[in-house]
């Protein structure tokens, strides 16, 4: 059972464009979300990381906006640039999860100049 | 300030073999996670700890083993190496369970042939 469901799978943007990746839940009980980046050979690291009790929340370029309701996040990219070129993945933890991170399947953005 | 150390990067295990995945940490972490990233399938965890002497299974612990003697080490087992074992394997820290961002080394690359 897939947790957590995030998409695109691949993503390709001009530089200067916008980059939004989407994630879905199932389980209200979890209560952290944070965002990874990866870039190839390159473990994970956390990007930004947002919880419920706000909507949204901006670090520089980079947005998570969070619909409690509809149970999903998305990660905006705003003056998506060619070093942003990397996999994101969306995690979630909490309820069930004993605290440990529960992560979608990726997305590959690639940002052309 | 090395943060989470891998060894080896890279591995080509026969069959049948084992070996052991070397994972140390130097920022006084008592949380510690093995994952493992198979393409467009996201991380999979396989064994986390809490702290020395504590350990638990993950997601997919089948045909692997851990232990945890010291706060600083965290090393995977592989007993009789399989196909379904080749995968990019990643060791994190962190220094909390719920919101503490994990802190990824930069994986072990293992090829069962």
């Known amino acids: 059972q897939q947790q957590v469901k995030q998409s695109p799978q691949s993503l390709i943007v001009q530089k200067g464009g916008i980059s939004i990746i989407n994630c879905a839940y199932e389980?209200?009980?979890?209560?952290?979300f944070p965002w990874y980046q990866q870039f190839p050979g390159k473990g994970p690291a956390l990007l930004i990381a947002?919880?419920?009790?706000?909507s949204e929340k901006k670090e520089g370029r980079f947005t998570i906006s969070f619909n409690k309701s509809a149970k999903q996040f998305s990660l905006h990219i705003m003056d998506s640039q060619p070093g942003d070129s990397a996999t994101y993945f969306c995690?979630?933890?909490?309820?069930?999860?004993?605290?440990?991170?529960?992560f979608g399947k990726g997305t590959k953005l690639s940002v052309k100049p | 300030n090395a943060g989470v150390t891998q060894t080896p990067k890279f591995r080509i295990l026969k069959i049948g073999q084992s070996m052991t995945l070397q994972c140390a940490q130097d920022?006084?972490?008592?949380?510690m996670y093995w994952y493992r990233q198979d393409p467009g399938m996201g991380l999979k965890l396989i064994y986390y700890?809490?702290?020395?002497?504590?350990?638990d299974k993950g997601e997919v612990p089948n045909g692997y083993n851990v232990s945890r003697s010291t706060t600083e080490d965290f090393p995977l087992r592989l007993e009789l190496a399989a196909p379904s074992q080749t995968s990019v394997y990643f060791c994190?820290?962190?220094?909390?369970?719920?919101?503490?961002?994990?802190?990824f080394g930069n994986g072990t690359r293992l090829t069962v042939t």
């Open positions: 947002i919880r419920p009790d706000v």
């Open positions: 994190a820290s962190s220094y909390g369970a719920l919101g503490s961002p994990l802190h």
């Open positions: 700890s809490v702290g020395a002497g504590i350990t």
């Open positions: 389980n209200t009980a979890f209560d952290y």
């Open positions: 995690a979630l933890s909490g309820g069930g999860s004993q605290g440990n991170l529960i």
């Open positions: 920022m006084n972490h008592n949380y």
